[in-house]
């Protein structure tokens, strides 16, 4: 199953995209995640790199970074284990600037395979607490800068 | 080469901006700099590879070629074949993409292109400024004052000027049931003197034209084309009009019968423009019904703060907008509605007691809502079936408007009835009031002013094709509607 969501922030896209960039900042951006380390001691933009994190209720995610392109604003990402019951999980955000204001246009797409009986717990899980939180969170952040 | 990239967010679900940018023959309705513009060969706008030779309003002549378009990906893509302009190797493209975090859409538009050596500026700057950044601002505006009604309506057959032509209208041979709306192509004269011709994007549907439908009367004679309200685009003006120019976006309601039609010659009197804020779905919903509650709060009575007013059928077309309105003016507003779910709709639009009475049983329940009190003023569309009830729930020295009797006539009144409560009862008509232009302009400015603050609103909950006005017919008949519907040619 495919999730989407997407956003508008009130501040250029160079600026948003420093903040998404750094593929172990999530804990100082998304109010969901606790804490994040990459394993290895690697960089945290080389593709491949694993973020090993715990979200704020207390789940462990491992996620491998697959693709980073300062070109495009956008990231790609997979799950390697994770609390959630997702397979096959291959993420992707994307920030594309809007002229008109000089504001940014935020993309977070996941495709990943799950029980059919839970697609709406997920659809919910990773679209609005996770996706939709996490640009809400962004949108605040930019707005008080 | 040159490379443009601009970008803005649509305050419309990406489907509504979508409809208009897969039609690759729309740019000249919403496009400032695009005068006019055809496909050529007579291909259908959204076939791949279609060519559009278009004028710009500064005389060039371009030709440009649709290369991409995707319906999954919302992406058009095409370039330049012919243009006095030296954008050579152009290719552009417009995507679209769902903002889910309000229903907005985000809007892309790309190119690259090359140029003479040393013109790299001045036509990246055309180009970006006035034909991407003006495109972004005009598209908004076209979709905010109701661009979709106007798409459909060029989708139609171009006319020719000074001629008769033929259109898709219902006609009413006989009286009868729903089923005597029948839809036929009728000829459609040039405007004469004092008229203008209409291309109709919406049509109001109002009980009014049930009963000029349903049994003999004096408004409606077969054969003839039933409806008294619609939008639409003003195609041509006869001698002798200027309040009016072909372009326009006009709405009416008004008699004689005549407004279930895709197009229409008409007296232009009673036309008047829409301001940028009123779409023409809207319009044509809320003409009737809207100057209807502005006349009956505001000329045949002025309901003032702290009145009591009570509204019949409050979850009807005139009972929604009475209750919105009546309460914006500080009225206590009681309702009477047939059902729960009706109910419910009367209290979100203002009602602060809706009386469930399928009945017409609701006098005792307004004294007791009043504590003894009764109504200041009662709005009564029903007649017949609701007009003791509404005299026994009136107000000392209160006012009875009966403004239609959905039915059947009342029994008549006497003087001494009127003198129990120094009672007055009036009998207003809407065209009384319309018939006069400048009286007419003010109610509509004053219509379309609630509309635009917000404290209107005009819910069409159900849409037609013109030539499913039976259905239509049935539903109302049936009180299966609630607010207002619509026909569209």
Same mark, same amino acid.
């Given at each position: ?145 | ?212 439908? !349903?049994?003999?009367? *004096?408004?409606?004679? %077969?054969?003839?084309? @039933?409806?008294?309200?619609? $939008?639409?685009? +003003?195609? &041509? ?108 709709? !009367?209290?979100?639009? *203002?009602?602060?007691? %809706?009386?469930?009475? @399928?009945?017409?049983?609701? $006098?005792?329940? +307004?004294? &007791? ?121």
């Amino acid at each position: 199953m495919k999730v989407y969501v997407s956003s508008v922030v009130e501040a250029p896209a160079e600026r948003v995209w420093e903040r998404l960039r750094d593929f172990n900042a999530m804990p100082k951006w998304h109010p969901g995640i606790a804490d994040s380390r990459i394993e290895g001691n690697q960089p945290a933009d080389k593709i491949g790199c694993i973020r090993n994190f715990y979200t704020c209720d207390g789940g462990q995610i491992r996620e491998r970074l697959l693709a980073l392109s300062d070109y495009d604003f956008s990231f790609t990402y997979a799950i390697l284990e994770s609390p959630m019951g997702v397979t096959n999980y291959l993420a992707t955000i994307r920030l594309v600037p809007i002229t008109d204001g000089n504001r940014t246009f935020c993309e977070w797409t996941a495709e990943f395979d799950c029980d059919p009986a839970r697609e709406g717990e997920l659809r919910e899980l990773i679209g609005q607490k996770v996706f939709k939180g996490g640009f809400d969170a962004l949108k605040h952040q930019f707005a008080k800068a | 080469m040159v490379s443009i990239f601009r970008s803005t967010i649509i305050d419309q679900p990406i489907d509504a901006v979508w409809r208009v940018l897969r039609d690759f023959n729309s740019h000249y309705l919403w496009h400032p700099e695009v005068a006019e513009s055809e496909i050529e060969g007579g291909l259908p706008a959204d076939q791949t590879g279609c060519v559009r030779r278009f004028r710009l309003k500064d005389g060039d002549e371009l030709r440009e070629q649709l290369i991409t378009l995707s319906d999954r990906d919302y992406v058009s893509t095409y370039c330049i074949l012919d243009s006095p302009i030296p954008l050579l190797d152009y290719v552009a493209t417009v995507r679209l993409r769902p903002v889910t975090d309000g229903d907005r859409t985000f809007w892309e538009w790309r190119s690259t292109f090359r140029t003479p050596p040393g013109r790299e500026d001045e036509l990246a700057s055309k180009v970006a400024t006035n034909i991407y950044e003006g495109g972004f601002a005009a598209l908004a505006a076209f979709l905010a004052r109701g661009g979709q009604a106007r798409l459909r309506a060029a989708a139609a057959q171009p006319v020719a000027r000074g001629e008769a032509v033929e259109a898709e209208a219902i006609v009413v041979r006989d009286h009868g049931g729903p089923t005597v709306l029948v839809a036929e192509t009728v000829r459609v004269p040039p405007p004469g003197p004092g008229e203008a011709r209409l291309r109709q994007t919406a049509i109001g549907v109002n009980y009014l034209d049930v009963r000029l439908r !349903a049994g003999p009367n *004096g408004l409606l004679k %077969p054969p003839a084309t @039933p409806g008294v309200e619609a $939008a639409g685009e +003003v195609m &041509e003006v006869g001698d002798g009009v200027s309040h009016i120019l072909p372009g326009d976006r006009v709405a009416y309601a008004c008699l004689p019968v005549g407004s279930y039609a895709a197009i229409r010659t008409m007296a232009a009197h009673h036309l008047v423009v829409l301001p940028p804020g009123i779409d023409d779905e809207t319009a044509a919903a809320a003409m009737l019904k809207g100057m209807t509650a502005e006349y009956l709060l505001h000329r045949t009575c002025r309901v003032q703060r702290g009145d009591v007013v009570l509204v019949h059928a409050a979850a009807g077309g005139v009972g929604l907008l009475l209750c919105q309105w009546a309460r914006h003016l500080g009225a206590t507003v009681i309702g009477t509605v047939g059902t729960p779910d009706k109910a419910r709709l !009367a209290r979100d639009a *203002g009602c602060d007691y %809706p009386i469930v009475a @399928p009945d017409h049983d609701f $006098a005792a329940q +307004v004294r &007791e809502i009043t504590k003894g009190h009764g109504a200041d003023v009662v709005y009564d569309g029903i007649g017949k079936a609701s007009f003791a009830g509404s005299f026994e729930a009136l107000a000392m020295r209160g006012h009875l408007v009966l403004y239609g009797e959905a039915t059947g006539m009342p029994d008549p009144i006497s003087h001494a009835m009127l003198a129990e409560k120094s009672a007055t009862v009036s009998r207003p008509v809407l065209f009384h009031y319309t018939a006069a232009p400048d009286t007419l302009r003010d109610m509509a400015r004053n219509l379309f002013r609630m509309i635009e603050s917000g404290a209107l609103k005009v819910s069409i909950n159900q849409r037609f094709p013109l030539r499913e006005a039976p259905e239509a017919h049935r539903r109302l008949e049936g009180r299966l509607t609630t607010g207002s519907t619509i026909l569209l040619p």
